[in-house]
């Protein structure tokens, strides 16, 4: 079975895959501290818990935006999976033309995500992922990835206005029962939630200008299906894309 780890820089998201059937999945919070051995602790009780077990991982797809657990999970592959993973870089096939100025400064994310998009739902497209950054990641009609946007993340925007400010209260990110709130946390709700909503349509009005009017919107990350809620202009709404890239990505480079 193939082991799928997306390092992000506040969750690791881990899928299993038999063939192309996810058959669990898992979201820890990043810690930059912990060493190869905890988070084999970890994720040896996660597997566990599915009735899985270490000695089903026969292979191992990474893709990292934490430059430091990048090491700590190809360690922890080979010592406990007795795997030598492939980790999304620069050496590796994904499948696209990426015309960045520097195509080294694209996240690996992004370029997963890019990849599974253009396997899976065509180009152009625009790709949203809402994670710690809100990022906009554009695919042309030939299916170069040719850019994109980054944004602060929601659950960044919420923190900051929490912490920067003497009365804000810490809320949950939910949708408030309407617009014009009237209490404190209505309020807050209906700016982030709404505001986030507006720089979706806004982002994706501006992407369609440029990359034309059958240009698909994809939606991934943990808020997607809230946001989406809220919107027509996002088409698809895709929770375990980066999982399905990395997938994907992994079977272009069996054998290389």
Not at 78 to 97: C, E, S, W
Not at 159 to 167: C, G, I, P, S, W
Request: proline letters at 5%; charged letters at 20%; aromatic letters at 8%.
């Amino acid at each position: 079975m193939l082991l799928c780890i997306d390092i992000g820089n506040t969750n690791i998201v881990l899928g299993f895959y038999q063939g192309e059937e996810l058959v669990a999945h898992w979201r820890i919070t990043t810690d930059h501290r912990r060493m190869p051995d905890e988070y084999a602790v970890t994720l040896r009780g996660l597997f566990h818990h599915k009735g899985l077990s270490s000695a089903d991982v026969s292979g191992v797809a990474i893709s990292s935006v934490v430059p430091p657990l990048t090491g700590t999970f190809e360690k922890l592959c080979q010592d406990y999976f007795h795997q030598q993973p492939i980790v999304v870089n620069a050496g590796v096939k994904t499948g696209l033309r990426i015309r960045y100025d520097n195509p080294r400064e694209v996240g690996a994310d992004r370029v997963v995500n890019a990849a599974a998009a253009l396997r899976l739902y065509g180009a152009p497209a625009c790709i949203v992922d809402f994670g710690t950054a809100t990022t906009f990641d554009a695919l042309s009609a030939e299916g170069d990835y040719i850019g994109g946007a980054i944004a602060p993340g929601i659950f960044i925007a919420a923190e900051a206005l929490f912490a920067r400010t003497a009365k804000l209260p810490r809320i949950d990110l939910v949708r408030p029962p309407k617009v014009i709130g009237t209490n404190t946390v209505h309020s807050m709700q209906s700016g982030i939630l709404f505001g986030y909503v507006g720089l979706v349509e806004s982002m994706v009005r501006r992407f369609r200008k440029e990359l034309g009017e059958n240009m698909k919107v994809i939606a991934t990350g943990g808020l997607a299906p809230v946001i989406a809620q809220e919107t027509d202009v996002i088409e698809i709404v895709d929770p375990w894309l980066t999982l399905k890239g990395l997938r994907l990505i992994w079977e272009m480079n069996q054998g290389r």
